[in-house]
């Protein structure tokens, strides 16, 4: 059990600080964006979001991302690329007012995440270098994108929330 203050463990006081995230709610006006990233190494994405009035009473926001390439790097042990992503996921949320003096904020979310990732190069950073492993034909310089690795390399995720406030307001 911990006895006394805990203002340095836990809470804004603490050494790490607070960290607090607020994402825009859903607008009263229709609005909406779309991003088409790509690159020359075959990365693709599309993100989007759309956000207006539903009724009176009620606003809503959805944001969606997909995100797909095979990977930067080569695998000399096997040959197979990796450092790779396939994910997607999507935010919906529901700003809904109950009375004048009442309001109910729902907000879910999933994402989803296949990936053979994450495996760092070696590289040489100009420091004179010591290589403890047989890096088997793999050049470690500056530009190396090349790894060894001889197990299976994968990051299979799937990641849901949700979140619900109401408020009120009370007399006086």
């Not at 859903?26 to 020359?40: F, K, Y």
């Not at 190396?144 to 001889?150: K, Q, R």
């Not at 849901?160 to 009370?170: A, D, I, Y």
């Given at each position: 059990?911990?006895?006394?203050?805990?203002?340095?463990?836990?809470?804004?006081?603490?050494?790490?600080?607070?960290?607090?995230?607020?994402?825009?709610?859903?607008?009263?006006?229709?609005?909406?964006?779309?991003?088409?990233?790509?690159?020359?190494?075959?990365?693709?994405?599309?993100?989007?979001?759309?956000?207006?009035?539903?009724?009176?009473?009620?606003?809503?926001?959805?944001?969606?991302?997909?995100?797909?390439?095979?990977?930067?790097?080569?695998?000399?042990?096997?040959?197979?690329?990796?450092?790779?992503?396939?994910?997607?996921?999507?935010?919906?949320?529901?700003?809904?007012?109950?009375?004048?003096?009442?309001?109910?904020?729902?907000?879910?979310?999933y994402?989803?995440?296949?990936?053979?990732?994450?495996?760092?190069?070696?590289?040489?950073?100009?420091?004179?270098?010591?290589?403890?492993?047989?890096?088997?034909?793999?050049?470690?310089?500056?530009e190396?994108?090349?790894?060894?690795?001889?197990n299976?390399?994968?990051?299979?995720?799937?990641?849901?929330?949700?979140?619900?406030?109401?408020?009120?307001?009370?007399?006086?």
């Open positions: 059990m911990l006895r006394g203050p805990q203002g340095t463990l836990f809470g804004k006081n603490a050494s790490a600080g607070l960290i607090n995230i607020i994402t825009k709610r859903p607008s009263d006006e229709m609005e909406g964006s779309i991003r088409l990233p790509a690159t020359d190494d075959d990365m693709f994405g599309v993100t989007g979001q759309d956000s207006g009035s539903i009724t009176d009473r009620v606003r809503g926001r959805l944001s969606f991302f997909k995100r797909d390439y095979d990977g930067y790097s080569k695998n000399a042990f096997n040959g197979d690329d990796i450092n790779g992503d396939d994910s997607w996921g999507l935010r919906a949320k529901l700003d809904i007012d109950l009375s004048d003096r009442t309001n109910l904020y729902i907000i879910a979310d994402s989803r995440q296949d990936r053979d990732c994450c495996v760092a190069p070696r590289k040489d950073l100009g420091f004179g270098r010591f290589v403890a492993f047989d890096y088997q034909g793999i050049n470690v310089d500056d190396n994108t090349d790894v060894l690795v001889d299976e390399v994968y990051a299979d995720t799937e990641t849901w929330g949700l979140s619900v406030e109401v408020t009120h307001e009370f007399d006086n």
